[in-house]
């Protein structure tokens, strides 16, 4: 066996692209944050203006999407929910990654009490089914993106406390960490300066599979009526409406779900390709319940 | 063995009451007094409001009435429903049958398709079906339950009448339409938990044929489907096993969405009718009763394991 000269390493970013997976990921990804950002500018209509054509309609020229029962034009509302989607899985895997990374840094780094606090708390919260807690949080802060997006993060936080407590926990007793303790370095400056760096990439990768977990669980919220308040076109409460006239516009369903997949089979391509560029020891085929359960 | 057994059911105890103080908490968290809404905000008068509070002991400190009401949950009694006036256990025991039923049924249909399809999955791990399987496990993990089930039922009462049927029917009334009102709901929640088992058994069978005891049946001249269903097969199912756990949480979340879609009588559906009446008992009794089933069948999942498979006793 010959090394590899370091320069012949192709980029990180690059390695992405570079399998079929990664590049399919990459252009769903895409797609769905040029819709994110540009949204209102690519839309032909305005998504919550009523009668724009008329109600109920299939796919045509002026209405690719065809129409909902108010007239609303189908095509700008599934842009226009783009937003919505990826605006709560960004929000809430990122309060999660935070908040678990900090706690979980924390606990695993100064053990004691705190870890012991930690961990008790984890086992709790991880006694409630995800979907369960979530609306029950949701209950009782009321309807809406944030309190939607936000339950979401607290139902997520655990995970991430686990994995930032376990890496921190096998890095705390290495020699570099003694000789920065002996050096007298503060402890949030080791933390920041040594164990961060460590435990990045097995939370960048948690993080990039969350977000097609993350936007499952919030789709079956909004289906359930506890996200964004109408007229916002977001892509679970448009498939709860459309039950309701689906033999007469089953165009109404269709899109909505199709764009919908899209976006989670997109999130769950991009954590695996991710996975497989910054995790190479964790390899998919290796059947463990970590791995899957960081795909739920 | 024992000791471990005892340990993970005193663990089990301590947090079921850690999680009846948040669902207690989360509880009277809930906006809008229960006063509120039995009296009703119009015409009445503060003297209504304070007799009606004093009724249901709202006035007594938040840890007397999480007393009062664990001390009836201990005793599987969950108290009354102010909404209805009926008792929460009565309406648990209509709810619960029918979220049992639909658990049981997709766990059964999801693990004899999942483990049979992962199976073949791993034979076909480096051959052109390779990608097929990869492309259905990623649209099992990607399509919503709710999406599953409302295209089921748009395509389903179109073009698989048979197996349709529009309204629940009780077992009491008759199996055959019962469980043909169970079809299409269970469907829907065992495609993500299919999904899973496929995944997992998949690569815990690629890892144990890559094992050296394999190697060594292969070359005494064992045949390929006793080296497959005797030699790994049963060495492969432990970590399967552990997944059920975790399955258990997916497929009572999907209770909620599928329950809303089909118009089942389950606790998914009870509980959202109990929030919307801001019908507090039953909010908590159910949430109570979910929330326990889970964390009891992730310790059985704990407490099988080691029978089931001999090599983790020894860890213990």
Known sequence: MTATPYTYRPRRLARLVRNPSGLIATIIVTLFLVMTVAGPWIAPYDPNELGSGTPLQGPSAEHWFGTDELGRDQLSRVVSAARVAVGVSVISVTIALVV???????????????????????????????????IVIVAVLGPGLLTA????????????????????LGIRNELYIEAAQLAGVHPVRIARRHVVPNIAAPMTVLAALSMSTAQLAYAALSFLGLGTLPPQADYGSMLARARNFMTIA????????????LLIVGFNLFGDALRDVLDPRAQRGKASIQGVEATI | MIRFALERIIGLILVLFAVSAIVFGLGSLIPGD???VLVGSEGATPEQFERVREELGLNDPLVVQYGRWMGGVVQGDFGVSPITGRSVNGELASQVPVSLELTILALAVSTLIGIPMGILAAVHANNAWDFVIRAALLIGFSVPIFVAGILLLLFGSKYLTPLYAASYTPISEGIVENLRSMVFPVMSIA??????TMQMTRTSMLETLGQHYITMARAKGARRPNI????????????????LGFQFGILLGGLFVVEAIFSLPGVGRGLLVAIGQRDYPLVMAITMVIATAFVVVNVLVDLLYPILDPRQRAAR
């Open chain 1, 100 to 134: 678990g990374g900090i706690g979980g840094i924390a606990a695993g780094y100064a053990r004691g009490l705190t870890d012991k606090i930690l961990v008790r708390v984890m086992d709790v919260m991880f006694s409630f089914p995800t979907l369960l807690l979530a």
């Open chain 2, 191 to 196: 495609i993500p938990v299919a999904a899973m």
């Open chain 2, 228 to 243: 497959l269903y005797i030699h790994a097969l049963k060495n492969a199912m432990s970590p399967v096993l552990t997944l």
């Open chain 1, 149 to 168: 997006s936000l339950a979401i993060a607290i139902v997520y936080t655990p995970r991430f406390a686990r994995v930032a407590r376990g890496a921190a």
């Open chain 1, 250 to 261: 089953p165009s109404m369903v269709i899109f909505p779900s199709i764009a919908l997949v």
């Open chain 2, 34 to 36: 229960l006063a509120t």
